[in-house]
């Protein structure tokens, strides 16, 4: 492991509470990865629109009470267009100046995407009418081990790139645990004439065996070698240390390979986000002034 330069550009994506406890655990993790000087914090939006009121609220808070720039997230489920956009106004409202633009899933996730009649048909649309309005830098979801709805490789980063075309900004990926899996994913994006910022998605993990089932679901890739170590922790400590030393050397290692930003999916809970980002040498007394272009 090399030393990296402490100056990333870092981000962080919460959810929404769903109830006061939850909440305060909103805040604490706030509160506590605010003194790493992110670029911008990213809020969820449910499946189906179901956090539509309290991802707005939370957009409103993060910006007014901690000054932070947030991105709102934004899907095309079960709404009209002309209520996605209420709610893109209402996040402007709310002082947000990003959108990260989904086509998003709906809450039966096995009954597939059925736009909705009068709603965005799909991610490019609503990328697209974001865009137009000026009013918001927008981001967009990328895949480094292919969307599992994509007929194939080449035709998930052709719509990557038709994704850009339609106006994003830059895109974020889905969580991966091995650095050459991103590495691959950026090299076949810029030979298909992506020049945009593409976000490695990191997920320090938590809870192995979630992790594992959420990657089933959404595509992501979890290798043996991953799998065999973690069975071999056998207490909760032993699995964050393994947890913090894996992703810290995943996160070094991209950093050393040109990667100039990282996006963390913190599940509310700021503790690893932290000691990975202390370890990297991102810590409160090395605050730089470095915003994500
Ligand atoms: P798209 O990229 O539009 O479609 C997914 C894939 O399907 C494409 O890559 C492509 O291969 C294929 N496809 C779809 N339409 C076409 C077409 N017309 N022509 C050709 N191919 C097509 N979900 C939520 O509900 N709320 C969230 O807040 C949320 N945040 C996320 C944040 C990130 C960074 C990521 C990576 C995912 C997030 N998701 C969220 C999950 C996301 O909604 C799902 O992965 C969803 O299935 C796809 O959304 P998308 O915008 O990536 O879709």
Redesign the pocket.
Known sequence: MKITDPAFGLSF?V?PPRNLNASFKLWRTIEQLATLDPSFV???????GSTRDVSRAAVDVINREYGMDVAG???C?DATREQVMDVAQAYKDAGARQI??????PSDADAG?QPTADGF????ELISALADTGDFKV?????PH??????NEN??I???K??FDAGAHS????FFFESDDFLRFRDKCVTAGITQKIIP?ILPVENWKKTKSFSAR??AFTPDWLDKAFENATNQEEHDLLSISICTELCDDLLNEGVEDL?FYTLNDPSLTKTVCHALGRTPSELRLHKVA
């Open positions: 994506e959810f990213s809020v969820t939006y449910g499946a189906g997230h934004l899907t489920v990260v633009a989904l086509r998003g899933d995407f048909q799909s991610s490019l981001r967009v979801a990328a895949y292919t969307h599992p709805e994509a007929a035709a998930d052709d719509m990557l038709a994704k895109a974020i990926t889905q998605g959404c595509g996006h």
